[in-house]
């Protein structure tokens, strides 16, 4: 299915490999989860409540009698879900601003990064709690909120790549030959500032999954019954003496799926920063 | 400046000094943070005023005895019923005399009453995990650069890859269990045991201990992973230097080169990470402090984020901006202490 080339390539980095590895197992657990799942995440087995790891219950149950690898994989779809779309929020406010910032230049840039300083000194945490403790604590505004939050670091870095290709000639080049602006930033400029900024993106992926995590933990975050990682942790602690199975494997989940997105984003980080590997 | 005809040193000349230069820099950066601090209350005030349910939904739609002139009396009680922009020049025209203004939960203290018998808790929670961070990360950072790829190395990486992804709240949960139940070393929550007015000074303080120790632990896990890698990182970014060659050629042992000559640059950038990592300490103390319950500034936040309580919210707000610029601030003045370079430019920021 490889190609040998690909093969060598991901032989000789390992963190790559084994980050592509996690990445594309849960992605495929959380997507698969219907048919995966061996009982429906909200089926509630009442003679099997509290139950620990057994062949029947591969990762047992829960209070209810829910069965905690079913739960686990359609969390699974919940947590990926924020994690991409708040990236994606993220992505797109840094990269704009970023761009627009770095090209313009002058007293719109210093807005920008003014904004982007005021935004890094926020208890930004506090905020997003704040937020949506305030607004239902939905699926839509979780992702909002925790995209509206992260774009600053996506921000500098597209400025920072904008400010030197704006210089180039193929821009200049662009420039006289009359396209529109909008289409010089997103067409010339943006991708050629491409590869940093997607690495950038995986990694907040991953903290978008650790914040909707910790939210769903304070119950401000996914609702009950729709299961998430977050929550099932919530859920447990309560009975975290008696049956502690059940906050054992959500934050396995989590970790796992945080560790292979981080793997992922630090090693091509390193490869396109061959001065770290020097 | 410099003219044959005035060798004194007059007015005119001031701002050619060292030390003009010094405080023209600190007080621009101070007029910054200022600017920046107003920015924040700006922001953060129109997002929770604007957002719906207001603090009188407990006492009143949630209550079915109040009726709707309760709730009129409870709005202008707090003010509630004037025009947003009203509303937020009281406010900040009290901030700038240095009054919170009064919680709207039922108690109605001041703020800033509340707030300050919270913070030493989280403070000092903080600054033991801070200190206990640098002590393992720096070493560890060094020891990683200099051998690099070593196996020490290579289980440091690893480690933290594992810190990095570990949610700290279940961090929290696994050494309870261990800790706390399976083993019964130590106490899994709150902040004293039951018997602890009848203690020793001592014994207070061991039981204080006894309960911070997990807490503490879970902090310092969070900030460890990231501290530990960037001490490696900024190494060996100094280790390649033509000057840590040349102390290399003149003889100097291993042992003077890493310590005199390279430590202190890789140093320097640990300072502006430590600036940097106030908001997420503040915002990490909600979720250890739920977990712990223990009675902190996070625990407060979160509370008053529950009840909307608005003078609250916007408390903890300013304060933890100030922190936050005040940590920045002495990150600024640390580096500019460390690295002449940056003294002598004068250059913002």
């Keep these: 299915m490889m190609c040998p080339s690909v093969r060598r390539f991901l032989g000789r980095n390992g963190m790559l490999a084994l980050g ?69 929020i993220s992505l797109s406010i840094g990269t704009t601003l970023g761009l627009i910032s770095g090209y313009f230049r002058h007293w719109v840039d210093e807005l920008v990064m003014r904004l982007v300083d005021i935004m890094l000194c926020f208890p930004s945490f506090f905020l997003i709690l704040a937020v949506i403790a305030f ?10 909120v925790i995209g509206l939050t992260s774009w600053m670091g996506v921000c500098r870095l597209v400025r920072a790549e904008t400010l030197s290709l704006r210089e180039r000639e193929f821009v200049a080049a662009a420039r006289l030959a009359g396209t529109s602006t909008p289409r010089i930033l997103f067409w010339h400029i943006l991708p050629n500032a ?83 590997s020097a | 400046m410099d003219g044959p005809l005035s060798p004194a040193l007059t007015p005119a000349d001031l701002p050619g000094t060292p030390l003009f230069a010094a405080l023209l820099r600190l007080g621009r950066k101070l007029f910054w943070m200022l600017l920046v601090l107003w920015g924040i209350t700006l922001i953060s005030f129109w997002v929770i005023h604007l957002a719906p349910g207001s603090p009188t939904d407990m006492e009143t739609t949630l209550n079915p005895v109040a009726g709707a002139a309760a709730r009129q009396q409870l ?8 025009p947003l922009h009203v509303q937020y020049f009281d406010w900040l025209t009290r901030l700038l005399h240095g009054d919170f203004g009064n919680s709207m939960s039922a108690d109605a203290r001041p703020v800033l009453d509340k707030i300050f018998e919270r913070l030493p808790l989280t ?3 903080n600054a033991i995990s801070l200190v206990l961070t640098l002590l393992i990360a720096i070493p560890v950072g060094i020891l990683s650069a200099c051998r690099r790829n070593s196996l020490l190395d290579r289980s440091v990486t690893v480690l ?29 929550s709150g902040l004293t045991s ?115 309580d608005y003078t609250m919210i916007m408390g903890n707000l300013v ?22 370079r940056i003294r002598s430019s004068g250059d913002r920021q």
């Design chain 2, 160 to 188: 933290v890859f594992l810190g990095f992804a570990m949610p700290s709240f279940w961090l929290a949960l696994l050494l309870m269990l261990w800790f706390g139940i399976d083993l019964q070393w130590l106490p899994i």
């Design chain 1, 194 to 276: 491409l590869a940093p900024v997607l690495i950038t993106a995986t990694l907040g992926i991953a903290g978008a999954i650790l914040v909707e995590s910790s939210l769903s933990f304070l119950g401000l975050g996914v609702q009950p019954p729709m299961p998430s990682w977050g929550n099932m942790l919530m859920e447990g602690k309560a009975t975290i003496e008696t049956a502690p199975w059940l906050s054992v494997y959500p934050g396995l989940a989590i970790l796992i799926t945080v560790l292979g997105y981080n793997l992922v984003g630090e090693s091509l980080r390193d490869l396109l920063d061959p001065r770290l």
């Design chain 1, 20 to 88: 592509l590895g996690i990445v594309i197992f849960m992605s495929l657990a959380a997507l698969g989860a219907p048919w995966l799942a061996p009982y429906p995440p909200d089926a509630e087995h009442l003679d099997h409540v509290l139950q620990a790891p057994s062949a029947e219950f591969l990762l047992g149950t829960d209070r209810l009698g829910r069965d905690i690898l079913s739960r686990l994989l359609y969390g699974g779809r919940v947590s990926l879900w924020v994690g991409f779309v708040a990236g994606g």
């Design chain 1, 135 to 144: 607004l239902e604590p939905s699926l839509t505004n979780i992702m909002i």
């Design chain 2, 123 to 125: 403070v000092s929670m």
């Design chain 2, 319 to 340: 304060l933890g901006a100030v922190l936050t610029l005040a940590g920045n601030l002495l990150a600024d003045l640390c580096y500019g202490f460390a690295d002449p």
């Design chain 2, 75 to 82: 709005e202008a009680l707090y003010g509630l019923d004037k």
């Design chain 2, 194 to 308: 039951m018997d602890y007015p009848r203690l020793s000074p001592w014994g207070k303080f061991c039981d204080l201990a006894r309960h911070l120790v997990l807490p503490i632990t879970v902090y310092t896990v969070g900030s460890l992973a990231g501290m530990s890698r960037y001490m490696r990182a900024c190494m060996l970014e100094v280790l390649r230097q033509d000057y840590i060659l040349t102390a290399r050629a003149k003889g100097l042992s291993p042992r003077q080169v890493i310590l005199r000559h390279a430590l202190r640059n890789a140093l320097l950038p640990v300072i502006t990470l430590l600036g940097l990592s106030v908001p997420g300490l503040i915002g990490g103390s909600v979720i250890i402090e739920s977990i712990f319950a223990l009675p902190g500034l996070g625990q407060l936040f979160y509370s008053a984020v529950m009840a909307r």
